[in-house]
């Protein structure tokens, strides 16, 4: 490699390495003193049993419903288990991290340049909540990974003249983030709308680039959908747990913060045979 290239590169490669040594050290730490590492709790207990359920055949969830959660997480557990077992969850979740780590600095790289981006990655190295959540199984981890890689494609799209190579691309990534987090059917909406905007003046060239993310994202998404059309009858692009979470931040003593409600049961399966009781209209 060029020497110009290297030195180009070399504050993201140490932000990685630093990262996966930060990673390691946390990771050696939990597992000897976290009582709770190995027995996941709440959500993560629940993405555990659907994985664990989906590897024997039996977790697509109740015969004649849609999706009650997204289902990309607890399928790519089953895969993850299966290459490296009970490790393999945390360790591509810790992998997660250090890309996300090197992606925050090459976005702040690319947008105002290499001291900017520096100090993002050292800001990113160090926010102890990420760490944190590389930890359990839940899908947090994968979500800011998936986001930070969208928005560094999308800006390298726009710096690189519109490069319809990547707008494909970007599109399977915003499909991937919307099937694990359904309220990122907003973030399409938004790149669609910024793109669709920065181009306005040339709206018949500004057409292929906004149907090549759309096109991206619906092969991702279309089989979810089918799926639950299939079983259901009803037409939920990706899950039904919308309703139940609004209701969880609105319902009469709400205070902001996460609160269960004394009528509401604390397990998921328990709640989402309330959810269509308390919150019908929630798919999403």
Same mark, same amino acid.
Request: a positive charge; charged letters at 15%.
């Given at each position: ?7 180009? *590169?070399? %504050?993201? =490669? ?5 990262? /996966? #040594?930060? @990673? $390691? ?11 709770l ?9 629940h ?20 999706? *009650?959660? %997204?289902? =990309? ?5 089953? /895969? #993850?288990? @299966? $290459? ?24 702040g ?12 990655g ?6 102890? %909540? ?7 199984l /839940?899908?947090?981890t ?88 299939r ?54």
């Amino acid at each position: 490699m060029p020497a110009s290239r290297l030195r180009e *590169y070399k %504050p993201a =490669l140490l932000l990685a390495a630093a990262a /996966l #040594l930060l @990673r $390691i050290a946390v990771l050696l730490w939990r597992s000897q003193n976290d009582p709770l590492w190995h027995e996941p709790l709440n959500d993560a207990a629940h993405y555990d049993a659907w994985a664990k359920a989906l590897a024997s055949g039996l977790g697509h969830g109740p015969a004649h419903a849609p999706y *009650y959660m %997204p289902p =990309l997480y607890p399928h790519l557990l089953v /895969l #993850l288990q @299966r $290459i490296g077992g009970a490790w393999g969850p945390t360790i591509f979740q810790m992998l997660c991290g250090v890309a996300t780590v090197v992606g925050i600095q090459d976005l702040g790289r690319r947008l105002y340049g290499a001291r900017a981006g520096l100090w993002a990655g050292l800001l990113a190295l160090y926010f102890a %909540p990420s760490i944190w959540f590389e930890g359990w199984l /839940l899908p947090t981890t994968l979500n800011l990974f998936l986001l930070v890689v969208i928005l560094d494609l999308a800006v390298a799209c726009r710096q690189r003249g519109d490069d319809r190579r990547l707008l494909p691309w970007l599109g399977l990534l915003l499909g991937l983030a919307i099937i694990n987090r359904p309220q990122h059917l907003l973030l399409l909406a938004g790149v669609l709308v910024w793109r669709g905007w920065s181009a306005r003046r040339r709206p018949v060239e500004a057409f292929v680039p906004l149907l090549l993310i759309v096109l991206g994202a619906v092969i991702v998404i279309a089989p979810v959908t089918l799926r639950n059309i299939r079983v259901s009858g009803e037409p939920v692009p990706v899950s039904v747990n919308g309703g139940i979470n609004f209701y969880l931040g609105n319902f009469q003593g709400a205070t902001g913060r996460f609160d269960l409600p004394p009528h509401l049961p604390t397990d998921i399966a328990g709640q989402q045979e309330a959810s269509p009781r308390l919150a019908p209209a929630g798919r999403i």
